[in-house]
């Protein structure tokens, strides 16, 4: 059962547009979403993360707004750069449980120059 | 920062034999240790949750007679993959966590492939 969804699987943006990307979860118990940046090759490096008690975070280009009702958060990436191209995936734990993610299938973004 | 560093990066072996892979923590402590494998259609498995001082916790469809895990210290684990098949093919991530914080920092993995 997968607890964590993403969407769309792939997006394709120009360099300078802002990249959106979706992520919903069914466990109600989650409050800790981490969003990781894959690179070919590489392992996942962990980009930025919210707690479920904030409903935004940012991080220079990177902006997660959360929304605790619906289950729902997304990953904007404003200013987008062809070194941004990459899959990213959402994850989530519950309290007490930090090592235990659950991840998303990821969504690979593509940033045309 | 949190630096996790695994390996070999890659490594090849044949059908039925095994293969040790080793993860460092540099600049922290990590309290926490976790085993992933990342399958080649991108899916993370969680293998096991090692802590100090703390029973190691195998998830389900993993044991510790396939998987053994050894976490002898707060910089230091190493997991050996036994009787490896084709089905053991993947990115095999270690992340670390510190003490406190709630973050999972990832290494670059170890790739194994399987002959």
């Known amino acids: 059962q997968q607890q964590v969804r993403q969407s769309p699987q792939s997006l394709t943006v120009w360099e300078g547009e802002t990249a959106i990307l979706n992520c919903s979860y069914e466990?109600?118990?989650?409050?800790?979403f981490p969003w990781y940046q894959q690179f070919p090759g590489e392992g996942p490096a962990l980009l930025i993360a919210?707690?479920?008690?904030?409903d935004k975070k940012e991080d220079g280009r990177f902006t997660i707004f959360f929304n605790k009702r619906e289950k729902k958060l997304s990953l904007h990436i404003t200013d987008s750069q062809p070194g941004d191209s990459a899959t990213y995936f959402c994850?989530?734990?519950?309290?007490?449980?930090?090592?235990?993610?659950?991840f998303g299938k990821g969504a690979k973004l593509t940033v045309s120059p | 920062g949190a630096l996790v560093y695994q390996y070999p990066r890659r490594t090849i072996c044949k059908s039925g034999t095994s293969m040790r892979m080793e993860c460092q923590a540099v600049?922290?402590?990590?309290?926490?240790v976790a085993w992933y494998r990342q399958s080649p259609q991108k899916t993370f498995e969680l293998i096991a949750l090692?802590?100090?001082?703390?029973?190691?916790?195998?998830e389900q469809n993993f044991t510790q007679e396939k998987f053994p895990i050894s976490h002898p210290n707060l910089s230091f684990s190493s997991m050996t993959v036994l009787n490896a098949y084709l089905e053991d093919r993947g990115l095999y991530l270690c992340?670390?966590?510190?003490?406190?914080?709630?973050?999972?920092?990832f290494g670059a993995g170890t790739r194994l492939s399987v002959l």
């Open positions: 992340g670390a966590l510190t003490g406190g914080q709630n973050t999972l920092y």
């Open positions: 090692s802590t100090v001082n703390s029973a190691i916790k195998y």
């Open positions: 994850a989530a734990s519950a309290q007490g449980t930090g090592s235990k993610l659950s």
């Open positions: 466990n109600s118990a989650f409050d800790y």
């Open positions: 919210i707690r479920s008690v904030s």
């Open positions: 600049g922290f402590q990590a309290t926490s």
